[in-house]
């Protein structure tokens, strides 16, 4: 897979809930791969959210 499809990025990245298996699958699918999981990277309402890069 070519970042950005031949526009010169070197790198795309996407972060998904842990739980959003669906989010997952549709990153996944044109070839992303998964890098890290990484507990409390995102906060909302004050509450850590554990995120996958992807």
């Given at each position: 897979?070519?970042?950005?499809?031949?526009?010169?990025?070197?790198?795309?990245?996407?972060?998904t809930?842990?739980?959003n298996?669906?989010?997952?699958h549709?990153?996944?699918k044109?070839g992303?791969?998964?890098?890290?999981v990484a507990?409390?990277y995102l906060?909302?309402v004050g509450t850590?959210?554990?995120?996958i890069s992807i």
């Amino acid at each position: 897979m070519t970042a950005g499809g031949g526009r010169g990025l070197d790198r795309i990245e996407a972060s998904t809930h842990l739980r959003n298996l669906g989010a997952q699958h549709v990153l996944l699918k044109p070839g992303f791969q998964q890098i890290r999981v990484a507990p409390n990277y995102l906060r909302i309402v004050g509450t850590g959210r554990i995120t996958i890069s992807i």
